[in-house]
């Protein structure tokens, strides 16, 4: 019986959104394939998160670009940037947990290209006049990953409701980025 690779890593993703410790035994377990078998495709924990983060950037930058953020009003952009990126907030959420992506050369230049992209929209509502320009670009990408990643997290533990994941995020994060008018 032939292994689908990508259902693997779904199950897996799926599996460490809830419990980012599971060992190699509970993913193949959730994956419903043998340890062995696991291991013929993912020599160890950090080949299996190296394949997971593969497929998270992928997900992301799909919704990166279907978001269409250099198109109209950059707070739209923002609502649909998050609206597309919900799907894969868990798996974002569990990637931004994992140190050993983020540190010597090794880097995937996915999480670069995504931190320019995210960056160019908020440079763009900063020059638009839309943002506050008090808080730099990179600031705002830096929080615009972290509540994306603490909303996967509430909605996987109820304290949200999936259907306000976008809604909430959006409005802290606008609600904080864009420009006041000065009475």
């Known amino acids: 019986m032939a292994v689908d690779r990508e259902q693997v890593l779904r199950s897996a993703a799926a599996l460490l959104t809830r419990k980012s410790t599971a060992t190699m ?61 919900e799907p894969s907030a868990g798996l974002l959420a569990f990637l931004y947990t994992e140190n050993q992506l983020f540190e010597g050369e090794e880097q995937n230049e996915g999480w670069a290209r995504m931190d320019a992209g995210f960056t160019e929209l908020f440079r763009r509502g900063q020059e638009s006049g839309e943002f506050r320009i008090d808080l730099t670009p990179a600031w705002l990408t830096e929080a615009l990953y972290g509540l994306l990643a603490s909303g996967a997290w509430a909605v996987t533990e109820g304290r949200v409701a999936r259907n306000d994941f976008t809604h909430m995020i959006v409005e802290l994060l606008l609600g904080g980025a864009l420009r006041r008018e000065e009475p």
């Open 25 to 85: 035994d509970e993913v193949a377990r959730a994956a419903g394939i043998s340890r062995a078998t696991l291991h013929r495709h993912f020599a160890g924990r950090d080949a299996l998160v190296r394949a997971l983060e593969a497929l998270g950037i992928a997900e992301c930058e799909a919704a990166l670009k279907g978001a269409r953020t250099d198109e109209g009003p950059a707070a739209d952009a923002v609502r649909r940037l998050v609206l597309a990126m």
